[in-house]
């Protein structure tokens, strides 16, 4: 079984992925990531999924992300800025197993948001606006020197300011610092952290507890018109997805808190989620779904069949369930809801909405890209797919995994990781460039490899709570997941529910049937669990690490001074540091291409092929570009430790 295992992975690393439909019945599966047994596709497309977020010479991945200019992660080729609507699903999700240099990538790209945001004081100009956005609103996105702090496409001149990106942005950073659990970074961030927050509670009804927001106040911006009065001006509405957002951002808040001990903190942010979801029963609708909005006037928004705005809001539902702002009973409710309607998934990806939107402040008919179908009106979104697939893994609708996944890679293998997917999710929104590449279609790797175990973080450590299909009888996640300092490797053996569990050999007790409690004082800095459901047997051998060994070979010059940095950090006991890992990840880049050129992969249109080849080398270069221009601002640091670095610097790069 085992020869058998190794060449189904080479085929199916060849390209041919058509083989899952002819062998998902077979028993054994060792792959770069993940090994196992039981349903070899549903394992395969879990190994895809995490080969996404190294070089990879097959798929686009998120090396392929990085941006030189602020050392950090860019939304796409084409678009040149950080947003919070996109990043949202593809980060909460990949958190949890990104290492570094990735870690700092995306905190500086999110510092971006949190460098730049509102104070109520300070001009924030946006073309011919010069906003001064309040103190603690974020965005829609940024560059260095550049924020748009309301949804920068439509009537600008009518929007809201960022109230749900506000939301979104804090729940990220909320959930990076949790996983970190960095003193120094949470006494930096936990100011601003509380000043959004302070900002939300802004637009509470005291009367309902419900928030409001005008025209473009929502995620999925600017879908959202607000309220329109009689005079065909448009003011504020109840929107649901601000206060889910909100509450799942005030839950992370609160356990930063309790972090950092600080009880006063903790009760009055406990007591504004506590409000907000008492609030909650009134966005719903009585089969247990949630609408869009509310006016003042009591009129509802997203009534499934209702005559007036008879559509379903996709994101609010997700979102609810993604976050656990629901409960159990209440997810499987909102899932019926979004099964029962077809033309919410026509091409296995989740739409924003379904039917057409009737109330927002543009016609539909008159422009291609308001249409039903195209972008915020019933577009298709990775960001949001991602956050649909964590409701899935909750629920166990390991089909609707697999299908998700599976219609990604055709996207995947094309090279057009486009965002967002036209026509209903089924055809990319730029089909003009030779290839395509966003930070969002990132979301669903993501998601299906968070999904696996969700965990949930908090101020104690990390619950566990494993979301595996009974057809898969073992599995390895050959990676670790981060809880601080420490790192968690993961087998399971059998189905059903969680029997016995044992850590480093040693019997761990702090589980349930459904669950297991990782309290992080109590677990060792590299913690090998092994989970045991229904009968399985004892427990099988330790999991190891993927490696990926660096070859000096093929390297041009470039590849060869990140190759004798990351070994000179090496030599000085810097081997584990982020500069480490930024040569490590350059030096494989430059590998990657190699181990492209070798692969017999189906070819792709000749300007395809080229723009897809050439990716790899831009890629590379633009590490290498990055880390000699951190170097450089090292040299100008004060920072003993960025002194000491820059002087191996400079002793390998002359």
């Not at 792959?31 to 996404?52: A, H, T």
């Not at 949202?88 to 999700?93: F, I, L």
């Not at 990840?585 to 181990?595: A, D, P, R, T």
């Amino acid at each position: 079984m085992k020869r058998f295992t190794i060449c189904l992975s080479l085929v199916s690393f060849m390209g041919l992925m058509p083989v899952f439909n002819s062998c998902i019945h077979a028993d054994a599966f060792d792959g770069v990531y993940y090994s196992g047994n039981g349903d070899v596709e549903y394992l395969e497309l879990l190994d895809v999924s995490r080969r996404m977020f190294a070089p990879d010479p097959e798929f686009q991945n998120m090396s392929m992300m990085y941006m030189p200019s602020w050392n950090g992660l860019v939304e796409g080729p084409t678009w040149d800025a950080w947003w919070i609507q996109n990043s949202y699903g593809t980060t909460y999700c990949s958190l949890p197993f990104l290492q570094e240099p990735f870690v700092t990538f995306l905190q500086n790209s999110q510092d971006l948001w949190f460098d730049q945001m509102g104070d109520g004081k300070t001009v924030r100009p946006f073309k011919d606006f010069q906003w001064i956005p309040p103190d603690g609103c974020l965005c829609d996105a940024a560059r260095p020197g550049y924020f748009i702090a309301k949804q920068g496409d439509g009537r600008v001149d009518i929007h809201d300011w960022g109230m749900e990106f506000t939301a979104a942005g804090l729940l990220m950073q909320a959930e990076l610092l949790l996983i970190s659990r960095d003193q120094e970074a949470l006494s930096r961030y936990l100011p601003k952290l509380e000043r959004c927050a302070d900002f939300l509670e802004t637009r509470r009804d005291p009367q309902n507890n419900l928030f409001l927001a005008g025209p473009a106040g929502n995620l999925l911006a600017p879908s959202f018109a607000g309220c329109k009065n009689e005079d065909g001006t448009f003011g504020k509405a109840y929107l649901a997805g601000l206060s889910i957002t909100s509450i799942a951002a005030l839950d992370r808040l609160i356990e930063l808190e309790s972090m950092m001990g600080r009880t006063e903190k903790v009760k009055l942010y406990a007591k504004r989620r506590d409000l907000a979801k008492q609030g909650l029963p009134a966005l719903m609708t009585d089969e247990g779904y949630f609408v869009k909005s509310i006016d003042p006037g009591g009129l509802r928004h997203g009534v499934y069949g209702a005559e007036k705005h008879g559509y379903f809001e996709s994101s609010p539902n997700h979102d609810a369930m993604c976050f656990r702002v629901v409960d159990d009973a209440q997810a499987e409710k909102i899932y019926q809801k979004i099964a029962s309607i077809p033309g919410l998934r026509p091409h296995d990806f989740i739409i924003a909405n379904c039917p057409g939107l009737d109330d927002m402040y543009l016609d539909p008919a008159g422009n291609w890209l308001w249409s039903f179908g195209t972008w915020v009106n019933g577009g298709h979104w990775s960001t949001c797919e991602a956050r649909m697939m964590m409701g899935y893994s909750r629920l166990g609708k390991y089909e609707d995994i697999r299908r998700s996944m599976k219609q990604l890679l055709t996207f995947a293998r094309q090279f057009r990781m486009d965002n967002p997917l036209v026509d209903f999710g089924a055809k990319v929104y730029q089909p003009k460039e030779p290839i395509n590449l966003c930070y969002d279609s990132f979301g669903p790797p993501a998601a299906m490899i968070r999904g696996l175990f969700e965990y949930l973080y908090t101020a104690e450590g990390l619950t566990l709570i494993p979301h595996i299909p009974d057809a898969i009888t073992q599995i390895k996640q050959k990676f670790p997941i981060r809880l601080g300092e420490k790192r968690i490797y993961l087998t399971a053996i059998g189905s059903g529910g969680i029997r016995e569990v044992t850590i480093n050999g040693e019997s761990w007790r702090r589980f349930d049937e459904r669950s297991i409690s990782l309290p992080y004082e109590s677990i060792p800095s590299n913690a090998n669990i092994h989970i045991l459901r229904g009968d399985a047997a004892a427990p099988v051998s330790p999991n190891r690490a993927a490696k990926t060994a660096l070859s000096t070979a093929n390297l041009d010059e470039n590849g060869k001074t990140l190759l004798k940095m990351h070994q000179a950090l090496q030599s000085n006991q810097l081997g584990d540091s982020y500069e480490a890992a930024h040569c490590r990840l350059g030096v494989q880049c430059f590998n990657v291409i190699h181990e492209r050129a070798r692969l017999a992969l189906p070819p792709l249109p000749e300007a395809s092929q080229k723009a897809a080849d050439q990716s790899y080398s831009d890629a590379a270069q633009r590490l290498y570009q990055g880390f000699v221009q951190l170097m450089e601002s090292y040299g100008e640091s004060q920072d003993d430790r960025r002194q000491r670095i820059h002087q191996i610097w400079k002793s390998v790069a002359n």
